[in-house]
């Protein structure tokens, strides 16, 4: 599948990358405001502004306890937390679509979600606290990736096809044990709580559970971030890779294990979270072209923003909240559609 | 330039983040609803308090002034210490399995909102007794957004077991509003969580639930005793179907509350003697266990009585051919399960179980009838006409008719 | 730079060899056209020469020092690798596309700087395709597509330049384009090796030859004196003459249409 790549004059090319990228920090702040500032719970914006600044400025209190509260202890920690998995996906899918020449790919590919949410699934069985379901489904994302990872190296064959074959294979497996798991769950409790689980939500996810979890996010996003050039050499192919002196099993090694790490993180605090990490790099990918210099930082700003007007959406929506897999892959889908309709209209 | 931006990204991140830990402990404090006067309409106090001591006990920390406008501190189910203070008028439950109690012991009225509530959800015994249920305000599901929850501005939230692990409870207090994890699945767990729900209330329902603990350990007691001298042959192997569906091979596990009011009655539970951990059986295992007696539960109970008489197979066992099949009542919730209601299950289980030994201690039909309108006019203070309590033993809806009938 | 291959040879996992003792050595200036059957390891020995395969035994050694202690990023500094056209899923500008020739130089966690630029335009310069910088790589015709990629070899400022199959998937007049074009890398001190199907193209470049036959020996030696028309009857297996042709100044290998 061939990708049209930006304009082809240099110098505008630029220039609407700059704009993309400056307008894309702006739609961030902007949807984090919002993000801040709406909700069931009815607190006006400027109150709701005021609130969010009193914490860095001295600004006197003229609201109620329970509003600093709504704000700042319900909606603070998720919307930090949207934005943040929402780059860290986006991030983490445009690196895997570079290594595996694959613009369909997401960051799944290697089993990490499925590995996490059986992690969890056995710590839900287990009646295990909040902390230990995060550990184990941390755990379980890791483990679910080494072993994709040691096969090939059984097989002797370290081609980025058969890692991506193995992917699928243990994706499948670990697909097999949640459904035995959910078998022999408790319907009346265990089941649901399983199930809630893995529909992803930020609801829950508070400042003490969040910050364990931040360097592991946030320290592989920086050594991709650093080491993006190195993910367009890569995407030319193996061979090519390695004529370029590129040290491909270490350095797609770290690739994979940074993403990884970020994978495991976002969900284990969020649950299984898709198409993200699909949809966003594309976009991006059709507005300032594939080379990974710009398209992941601008990956990253989009990834945020969109995640975060997403979660507006789940919970202001109804009384109860919109799980938050459920919408991104409900709105994900006809998005993913339009996208390949405009590819396909662009290329006559 | 990219380097700067990201390093500013991070950087602000981080700033927010350090910002956010700055803010102030969330503290447990009082809604600012919460400001009526604490009138001293408090009822006397409660000769049972001391008597919860008969069963397991959770950990109350200030028995002082219960629920009628002083403040309880109790320790839920999930270990976590809530303080309720003042009087609890509002309720939102969002675990189904303990809204049945609250219609029972005529507390509908504090209920403001429950999880799921949409037509058909309330059965008819419910409308009967409280007809005012099918208005209650819906949540929308087991989990609703904690800032839905605010704006409803409750004395108390009940929250799902499922969401135990979820802190959702705590993000709940944290909003100054009450929040409790309570389950049960057997007479013990109930015990427990009916002791920690009468602390909360105080008052009149204190006083039932204190009462319904004291009379299920009575009860529990007594028919050990009565049945402690059968032997094992003298005991039936009771097969127990769900009836929720209309399917003769779904039960309940071994462990489960069925097997408690069986074997204290003298018989030997189905689920048991399989080792069954789920709550699908095979056709093949019952036909080759053989049960003495099946007793059969829920809305379909009707109809499946009628399928084992019917059909090839089941009609051959013992049980069908002994005349041994016995449906089991219903009220706002199935006896069997769980539920205030499950206290007349004790003695209903021995009818049917052990119906000698029951005569010699005074329980028939006619006695059970009796029990079903002293039990509703204690706890719901409405009288049952000896049609209705009839009704409800057949497994009937108040007016005669079964929820699901026979074709 | 000398590079010098000793005793060279190649097996899959258990099987026969593909090729075995080869020996040759090619100085900075010098074409080595690689000419064999289908199958006969052309490109898997020219994989090991541009250090992707390993050698099962043997040594290749780049101005004395054997390329298997060489640092990868010292051998991309001096060996430059030119794949068979392929289908890249990115579309990359040409410009930056070329540029990644700079890798070798480039850390983990750097980027392009202005100087890489400006040597990848350098080489898109020197090869007259200044005009295709900042077309997608994808939307150009195949012979540019060779030609862009010979570029990013350029850009890795190597001594030795490897060729697989240069002129495959080429039209006639790119095919000559290309061969006028290495003859030329050669003049300017590059050393070539390519691989090839067409003893034709082998005449026209003159220069070292290897021949590969099916047991996987390769016979090197001048182009002039190596290819003779019974060994290139025999190793193609159709008639064919070698024939002066007046005028064009050259040798030229003709086949048959019978025998």
Not at chain 1, 37 to 47: I, L
Not at chain 1, 98 to 114: E, H, Q
Not at chain 2, 12 to 23: E, F, P, R, S, Y
Not at chain 2, 237 to 257: D, F, K, N, P
Request: charged share 20%; aromatic share 8%; hydrophobic share 40%.
């Amino acid at each position: 599948m061939i990708l049209k790549d930006s304009p082809k004059n240099g110098r505008a090319a630029d220039m609407k990358y700059h704009m993309i990228l400056w307008g894309g920090a702006a739609a961030l702040a902007f949807a984090f405001l919002l993000s801040l500032t709406m909700g069931r719970y009815a607190v006006p914006f400027s109150e709701a502004f005021q609130i969010v600044f009193s914490n860095v400025f001295p600004v006197t209190k003229t609201w109620s306890d329970i509003s600093e509260s709504v704000v700042m202890d319900l909606r603070f920690p998720r919307t930090v937390t949207a934005a943040l998995v929402g780059a860290a996906l986006a991030l983490s899918g445009g690196t895997y679509q570079s290594i595996f020449k694959n613009p369909m790919c997401s960051p799944d590919l290697l089993g990490v979600s499925a590995g996490a949410c059986v992690g969890a699934a056995i710590a839900i069985l287990a009646n295990g606290s909040s902390a230990l379901i995060q550990g184990c489904a941390f755990v379980g994302g890791i483990t679910a990736v080494v072993l994709t990872v040691s096969i090939p190296k059984l097989l002797r064959n370290d081609s980025t096809t058969i890692l991506i074959l193995t992917g699928v294979v243990v994706g499948g497996l670990m697909n097999s044990v949640m459904s035995m798991l959910k078998y022999v769950a408790d319907t009346d409790t265990k089941l649901a709580e399983i199930t809630y689980w893995t529909m992803g939500s930020f609801a829950t996810v508070t400042i003490p559970e969040l910050l364990p979890v931040l360097p592991s996010i946030l320290i592989p996003m920086g050594v991709i971030l650093l080491m993006r050039y190195r993910l367009n050499v890569l995407s030319l192919g193996d061979n090519e890779a390695r004529s370029l002196g590129v040290n491909l099993q270490r350095t797609r090694g770290i690739f994979i294990f940074c993403s990884t790490l970020i994978s495991a993180s976002c969900v284990c605090l969020a649950g299984t979270i898709g198409w993200v990490g699909l949809i966003i790099p594309h976009t991006s990918r059709m507005l300032v072209g594939s080379d990974n210099q710009r398209m992941l930082p601008v990956s990253m700003l989009f990834g945020a923003a969109f995640m975060l007007v997403i979660d507006i959406f789940c919970r202001t929506v109804s009384a109860s909240e919109l799980r938050i897999g459920i919408l991104t892959g409900l709105l994900g889908t006809p998005f993913f559609i339009f996208i390949l309709y405009e590819q396909n209209r662009r290329l006559r | 330039m990219k380097k700067k931006l990201i390093a500013l990204l991070l950087a602000g991140a981080m700033v927010l983040n350090l910002a956010a830990c700055g803010t102030k402990e969330p503290e447990k404090t009082e809604t600012p609803a919460e400001t009526q006067a604490q009138s001293g309409t408090a009822e006397t106090a409660e000769p049972e308090t001391t008597a919860t001591a008969t069963t397991t006990a959770p950990a109350a920390e200030t028995p002082a002034d219960t629920g009628e406008g002083g403040t309880v501190t109790v320790t839920d189910m999930s270990g976590d210490e809530v303080t309720v203070e003042g009087k609890v008028e509002k309720v939102i439950n969002l675990w189904p399995s303990v809204t049945s109690s609250f219609f029972v012991m005529g507390a509908g009225d504090l209920l403001v909102g429950v999880g799921v509530n949409s037509p058909g959800i309330m059965n008819r015994w419910t409308q009967f007794f409280y007809p005012e249920c099918v208005n209650i305000m819906s949540m929308g599901g087991t989990e609703p957004s904690v800032e839905e929850l605010v704006t409803q501005n409750p004395d108390l939230v009940i929250t799902h077991p499922s969401s135990a692990s979820s802190g959702l409870a705590q993000q709940i207090r944290d909003t100054g509003i009450p929040a409790v994890n309570i389950n049960y699945n057997d007479y013990e767990t109930m015990a427990e969580a009916y002791t920690i729900l009468g602390q909360i209330l105080g008052g009149e329902y204190q006083e039932k639930l204190n009462q319904w603990c004291t009379d299920v350990q009575g009860k529990l007691e007594e028919h050990r005793s009565l049945t402690a001298g059968l032997s094992d042959d003298e005991k039936p192997v009771v097969y127990y179907i769900a009836g929720q569906s209309e399917e003769l091979l779904t039960t309940m596990g071994a462990g489960s509350i069925m097997q408690t009011w069986i074997e204290v009655n003298g018989g030997i539970f189905a689920s048991d003697v399989l080792n069954l951990e789920g709550q699908e059986v095979t056709a093949e295992e019952i036909f080759s266990l053989n049960p003495d007696v099946i007793i059969v539960g829920g809305v379909y109970q009707h109809v499946l009585i009628d399928q084992l008489k019917n059909t090839d197979g089941w009609k051959e066992l013992n049980a069908v051919k002994n005349n041994r099949v016995y449906n089991n009542p219903y009220g706002c919730f199935n006896w069997e399960r769980f539920g205030l209601e499950s206290l007349m299950q004790i003695d209903y289980a021995l009818l049917c179980i052990q119906p000698e030994i029951a005569a010699e201690n005074g329980i028939t039909r006619e006695s059970m009838v009796q029990e079903v309108q002293d039990f509703y006019q204690y706890y719901n203070g409405t009288e049952l006409t000896d049609e209705e309590a009839g009704y409800m033993l057949d497994g009937m809806q108040p007016d005669g008719t079964a929820e699901v009938p026979v074709q | 730079m000398i590079l010098e291959v000793e005793n060279l040879a190649y097996r899959y996992h258990n099987g026969p060899a593909i090729f075995q003792d080869i020996n040759f050595r090619l100085e900075q200036g010098e074409i080595l056209s690689i000419l064999g059957t289908n199958g006969a390891g052309k490109s898997t020995l020219l994989n090991c020469l541009g250090n992707l395969y390993t050698p099962c035994t043997g040594e290749i050694r780049l101005d004395g020092t054997s390329m298997r202690r060489l640092p990868l990023t010292q051998v991309s500094r001096l060996v430059g690798y030119v794949p068979q056209i392929h289908y890249p899923v990115y579309a990359y500008s040409v410009r930056n596309f070329v540029v990644m020739g700079r890798t070798p130089y480039i850390g983990a966690f750097s980027r392009p700087k202005k100087e890489d630029y400006e040597k990848a335009d350098q080489a898109l310069e020197k090869l007259h395709i200044s005009h295709l910088a900042e077309k997608a790589y994808t939307e150009i015709s195949g012979g540019e597509r060779q030609q862009v990629t010979i570029a990013r070899a350029l850009a890795q400022e190597p001594k030795v330049i490897l060729l697989d199959e240069p002129t495959a998937h080429l039209d006639y007049g790119n095919q000559i384009r290309t061969v006028r074009l290495i003859r030329e890398l050669a003049d300017e001190g590059y050393g070539v090796i390519m691989t090839t199907h067409n003893p034709d193209h082998v005449l026209m470049l003159g220069g070292k030859v290897g021949v590969l036959d099916r047991e996987g020996r390769m016979e090197f030696g001048d182009a002039g004196v190596i290819l003779t028309e019974e060994k290139l009857s025999r190793l193609y297996q159709v008639r064919l003459r070698l024939v002066q042709v007046e005028g064009l100044d050259r040798e030229a290998c003709v086949a048959s249409m019978s025998g």
